[in-house]
C-alpha cells in the first residue's frame, strides 16, 4: 500500500530525495550556542567550570518553571 505525500508528511516520514542528513532545530542549537558562550563568559571571568554550569542549570530550570506558569497564566481556556 502506498501513501500519499500528505500522509507520509505528516506522519514525518516524507524525505527529500537525495538528503540523507536531518537538520537540527533551530531554537535547540541557538540554546546550545547560548550556554556554550555564556559558560565561556563565566569561566573567562573566574567562575570556576562547575559553578558556571551550576549556575546555567539552576537558571535553566528556573526559566523553564517560568515559561510553564506563564503559559498557564496567559490561557484562555480554563477548567470548568
Known sequence: MH???ATTA???QARTPGTTRVPAPAPAVVLVV?????TTAL???GTTAQTALATLASAGLLGIELVRR???ALTTRRAR
Open 3 to 5: 501513501n500519499s505525500p
Open 10 to 12: 505528516t506522519c514525518g
Open 34 to 38: 547560548v550556554v556554550l558562550l555564556l
Open 43 to 45: 569561566t573567562t571571568h
Open 70 to 72: 506563564l503559559a498557564e
